[in-house]
């Protein structure tokens, strides 16, 4: 569970942020959706405690990030828009690495591993070098050592970017099964078409801002528009930056 | 395991696998410099060996008018040569190094038993050439003191009555002495190793990894920043380390092919040195380790890093250059200084001489305040928001 109130961040006089407020639920898929610059990935950063919020407030299980970011993290797996890997440790040493950093033995790291490279299909390339990769392959790797600590919440920035249709339709599934598993799922993506096929709620971010939040039902209900997308191109004021 | 472990392992790890790098900073930087050194010392003898063994040439102008003269020289093994055209000419020209002119009214003075005059044309700007016309200079008093001695003695007096004043020179130089102003650039050699030892590390963990996007998943770990930041110091601080230990070990080896025992030198390169090197160069690789990482992790990009990072290379040379260039007396104070204290340690052990446990102790603390404070400045960086985003 993640809640979000009044979220604000500036970096000079360029307001980033400006009054951001939803909740992401356990069992349930989020999507931020916004144009390219409308500060998904800033507030984003503000969830994982990479960046401080000017004000406002970031919860993630009752737990203020301000006060404990360490526990915040604890309970976070992020997939940030950066997701670089060491190319001289193979993929499965990636995994390992950040398991060893969230302090789990190495027992438990072997098994969750094991667990992460069968669901994500990625058997062929564990003992492999990841210099070379290619960008789907690179995903697969982030999300595995990203959720290496069996996290109740995770953070996608943007996942399914570069990746091709079937990538991205197994990302797609990945993200269910996430859900189905429990989890609390919060992703963020310019593509409509993706949240509108994968979300139970969307939020919807323009210029520093929530614009709407609701099931893709009720926000077509909400602006009267017969489809999703004039729905978002009425609610973000212009069909700018919305990749089709 | 510890976070602070856990980066340190897999940063050392890491970068092991980096075969070229590897090679590079942990053998060619730490073995080149001990043989660029040697090689270096070895042509400075080569010329000090020459200077005193090989015969002396010496164009003469005017030979024929001071026959007994230039018999007396070629006894003294100076190589007579015919007289060029232009004597000055063939002197700045570096034809020769040095020239003697004899005036046509030699004999006529000589015979008066008036002083008779020979000029020595030479340039002192040439270094070499100075000493040779030293070397003549000391040639031609011996000359003149002997006529004049024979002079005295034929009047039926005592050459002694020129003579009031009696003098001898008590050099107090060792060898170990001599041979330290050669040796004073040493330190910077395993400064230097240390730094080429660091020098990747500490580019490739801070912005090398922000440039490849791999820091800000790293910082969404639930682990603190200074533990990251502790780690990758470490693994850069190992590094560098093992490059001076290799350097010190390498010089310890190589130091006795030096020819230094030939011009009446000794060194002290025991195990007494390298350990007394090691111990005071520990503390001062790690803070160059950390300032390494500092200004790379201060830069914006992994050229601009590389290029601070190079910059800060000449930084330590400083004291290493004043001591070669100006003898300076070591005081108390120097001691501690981070670098200064490393410069006087070292070259006061390669000379035998004697450094106080106070020295000692002085140095190591005084660099690992500097550290502290190096390490608290690279925190403050690591800490800020701007770091982990790559632009």
Not at chain 2, 23 to 36: E, V
Request: aromatic letters at 8%; charged letters at 20%.
């Amino acid at each position: 569970m993640i809640e979000v109130r009044s979220l604000r961040k500036t970096f000079g006089p360029v307001v980033a942020v400006d009054d951001v407020s939803f909740s992401a639920r356990d069992g349930e898929i989020t999507g931020l959706l916004g144009p390219n610059g409308a500060g998904k990935t800033t507030t984003l950063r503000c969830l994982y405690t990479l960046m401080q919020p000017d004000s406002g407030s970031v919860t993630v299980d009752g737990i203020d990030a301000a006060n404990d970011p360490l526990a915040v993290r604890r309970r976070l797996g992020v997939l940030p828009d950066a997701r670089g890997l060491y190319k001289r440790l193979t993929a499965r040493e990636n995994i390992a690495y950040f398991g060893r950093l969230h302090g789990l033995d190495e027992a438990t790291i072997r098994a969750r591993s094991d667990a992460m490279i069968a669901a994500l299909d990625m058997a062929d390339i564990a003992p492999r070098r990841t210099e070379g990769f290619s960008q789907g392959q690179r995903v697969k790797t982030a999300i595995a050592r990203a959720l290496i600590h069996d996290p109740n919440n995770v953070i996608l920035d943007e996942p399914t970017n570069g990746l091709d249709v079937m990538a991205t339709r197994s990302m797609r599934q990945f993200l269910r099964r996430l859900k189905s598993e429990g989890r609390c799922v919060l992703f963020s993506s310019h593509i409509m078409q993706e949240v509108a096929a994968l979300c139970d709620r969307i939020v919807v971010i323009a210029r520093g801002r929530v614009v709407a939040a609701a099931t893709p039902d009720a926000l077509r209900a909400q602006t009267g528009a017969a489809n999703l997308e004039d729905a978002f191109v009425q609610l973000i004021g212009s069909d700018e930056g919305l990749a089709a | 395991m510890n976070s602070f472990l856990v980066v340190f392992v897999k940063e050392v790890r890491e970068n092991l696998r980096d075969r070229r790098t590897v090679l590079n900073t942990l053998l060619t930087g730490p073995l080149f410099a001990p043989f660029i050194f040697v090689l270096l010392i070895n042509t400075v003898v080569t010329q000090e060996l020459e200077k005193a063994e090989k015969p002396l040439p010496l164009p003469v102008v005017g030979a024929q008018y001071a026959p007994n003269l230039v018999a007396a020289l070629k006894q003294q093994n100076v190589d007579i040569q015919p007289a060029p055209a232009d004597a000055e000419r063939a002197v700045r020209e570096q034809d020769a190094d040095v020239v003697l002119r004899i005036g046509a009214d030699f004999a006529t003075y000589w015979n008066k038993g008036e002083p008779a005059q020979v000029e020595i044309i030479y340039d002192a700007s040439q270094r070499y050439a100075s000493g040779q016309a030293g070397r003549l200079r000391a040639l031609l008093d011996q000359y003149s003191e002997r006529s004049g001695a024979l002079r005295l003695l034929a009047r039926g007096l005592s050459p002694k009555i020129l003579k009031p004043l009696s003098f001898a020179e008590r050099d107090q130089s060792t060898p170990q002495s001599r041979a330290s102003q050669l040796f004073s650039m040493l330190p910077y050699f395993f400064i230097l190793g240390g730094f080429v030892g660091g020098m990747a590390l500490a580019i490739d963990t801070t912005s090398g990894e922000r440039e490849r996007q791999s820091l800000e998943p790293l910082l969404a770990n639930p682990v603190p920043r200074w533990q990251i930041l502790g780690g990758k110091l470490s693994a850069t601080t190992a590094f560098a380390l093992t490059s001076v230990l290799l350097s010190v070990l390498a010089f310890a080896v190589v130091g006795r092919f030096l020819p230094a025992g030939k011009i009446g030198m000794t060194l002290e390169i025991g195990p007494r040195f390298a350990a007394g090197a090691m111990l005071v160069m520990l503390p001062l690789t790690a803070l160059l380790a950390s300032l390494q990482t500092l200004v790379a992790a201060f830069a914006k990009s992994y050229r601009e890093a590389q290029t601070y990072v190079s910059l800060l290379m000449f930084v330590p040379a400083i004291p290493s250059m004043m001591f070669s260039f100006v003898p300076i007396k070591t005081q108390a104070w120097m001691y501690a200084v981070p670098l200064l204290s490393q410069q006087v340690i070292i070259t006061r052990l390669l000379r035998g001489d004697f450094v106080p446990v106070s020295g000692f102790a002085l140095s190591i603390a005084s660099t690992v305040a500097a550290l502290a404070l190096a390490y608290a400045a690279a925190t403050l960086v690591y800490r800020s928001e701007r770091l982990a985003i790559s632009a």
